[in-house]
């Protein structure tokens, strides 16, 4: 049963009188809701904080007052380009555009890509970056400890 469904049937025993199984529902949906909330705590985990810091940047840029009333004086190439200008401080991607193909497939990346319309290509692009700095928050972590949590890299660089 679901936790709704639990409810509704203690609710269902109370209301005939039956108080043993009303109790037993109501400890259904009690576990219910405690796997549910242990499965959210997982998840919000699994995302890591990359996520967490893209959003405080928009917050201060909007306390900055680049809000969205801001943003509706760019098209929207302008703003991804702004994020590509911001990415090539991180990426070679004079080396990409010369011809040298990066780490990844990009022919695989760029096809997928090509079939998004460009506001799911942004969403992607954005949790791509969230997943590249929680992956740098690791390879920081391990470079202040010592150890080499880096594993399917061979020499502990991000690619």
Not at 36 to 65: N, P, S, T, W, Y
Not at 90 to 119: I, N, Q
Request: proline content about 2%; glycine content about 8%.
């Amino acid at each position: 049963m679901t936790l709704l469904g639990d409810l509704l049937s203690a609710s269902a025993c109370l209301r005939a009188g039956d108080r043993s199984g009303a109790e037993l529902a109501i400890r259904l949906a009690t576990d219910g809701a405690l796997l549910l909330a242990d499965d959210c705590a997982r998840r919000l985990h699994d995302l890591g904080v990359g996520a967490g810091e893209i959003q405080r940047e928009r917050l201060r840029h909007v306390a900055k007052g680049w809000d969205s009333a801001h943003d509706l004086q760019h098209s929207a190439d302008e703003l991804a380009y702004a994020a590509l200008f911001q990415l090539d401080a991180v990426l070679d991607l004079d080396a990409v555009s010369s011809g040298e193909e990066p780490p990844l497939k990009s022919a695989k990346f760029a096809e997928k890509a090509r079939r998004r319309d460009k506001r799911a290509a942004l969403v992607v692009a954005g949790s791509m970056c969230a997943a590249a700095i929680d992956r740098l928050d690791v390879e920081l972590a391990a470079a202040a400890s010592g150890s080499a949590q880096t594993k399917g890299v061979p020499d502990g660089t991000a690619r």
